[in-house]
T-cell receptor, first 115, second 113 residues
Framework: DAGVTQSPTHLIKTRGQQVTLRCSPK?????VSWYQQALGQGPQFIFQ???????QRGNFPDRFSGHQFPNYSSELNVNALLLGDSALYLC??????????????FGDGTRLSIL | DAKTTQPPSMDCAEGRAANLPCNHS???????VYWYRQIHSQGPQYIIH?????ETNEMASLIITEDRKSSTLILPHATLRDTAVYYC??????????????WGLGTSLAVNP
């Protein structure tokens, strides 16, 4: 049973460029959340998708956008990259039944470096 | 969402129990307590979660006080592989039946031989 998978594992971009990160959720999960983790900090919530729509959003600018596909996989897009966007980007998946506190399961992330 | 307070670092001898405390004094009635850990360069690993009752699984035990304002994660026999940053999180279920996790800085646990 594959867990959450993310690609690529590492990426180097320059300021002003655009990037797309990809995530496949754990089997049986239909909700995907994205987090940004700067060095030495805890993860910060970016947004959450289910049923192919953005359902919740954290305090991130519109440069951060996403998409969810019918097979529940998801993409995170970041435009006009800034040096401060350098971070580990984490994808987490969970089943829809949040009422019973079902935990989110994380991938190992994409390490994005901006030069 | 409720905030949590954890000590920044702790040490534990290999083979002994590691007891990691967490304060969540502003927790509300429908917020769960989750524990995750993160080993360097990996994604967070889910450990355990609970609402009111104490919980135990193959990895750890979670003790929640009766007033739910604090909890303790117990690793019964710590090994060197348990060295990691441990995060205590509470999350709110919103009207849309969604949760988001609000993370602090966690506790860096060092298990020593």
């Amino acid at each position: 049973d594959a867990g959450v998978t993310q690609s690529p594992t590492h990426l180097i971009k320059t300021r002003g460029q655009q990037v797309t990160l990809r995530c496949s959720p754990k089997s049986g999960h239909d909700t995907v959340s994205w987090y940004q983790q700067a060095l030495g900090q805890g993860p910060q919530f970016i947004f959450q998708y289910y049923e192919e729509e953005e359902r919740q959003r954290g305090n991130f600018p519109d440069r951060f956008s996403g998409h969810q596909f019918p097979n529940y996989s998801s993409e995170l897009n970041v435009n006009a990259l800034l040096l401060g966007d350098s971070a580990l980007y984490l994808c987490a998946s969970s089943p829809r039944g949040g009422g019973r506190g079902q935990p989110q399961h994380f991938g190992d992330g994409t390490r994005l470096s901006i030069l | 969402d409720a905030k949590t307070t954890q000590p920044p670092s702790m040490d534990c001898a290999e083979g002994r129990a590691a007891n990691l405390p967490c304060n969540h004094s502003t927790i509300s009635g429908n917020e769960y307590v989750y524990w995750y850990r993160q080993i360097h360069s990996q994604g967070p690993q889910y450990i355990i979660h609970g609402l009111k009752n104490n919980e135990t699984n193959e990895m750890a035990s979670l003790i929640i006080t009766e007033d739910r304002k604090s909890s303790t994660l117990i690793l019964p026999h710590a090994t060197l592989r348990d060295t990691a940053v441990y995060y205590c999180i509470v999350s709110l279920l919103n009207a849309g039946n969604n949760r988001k996790l609000i993370w602090g800085l966690g506790t860096s646990l060092a298990v020593n031989p």
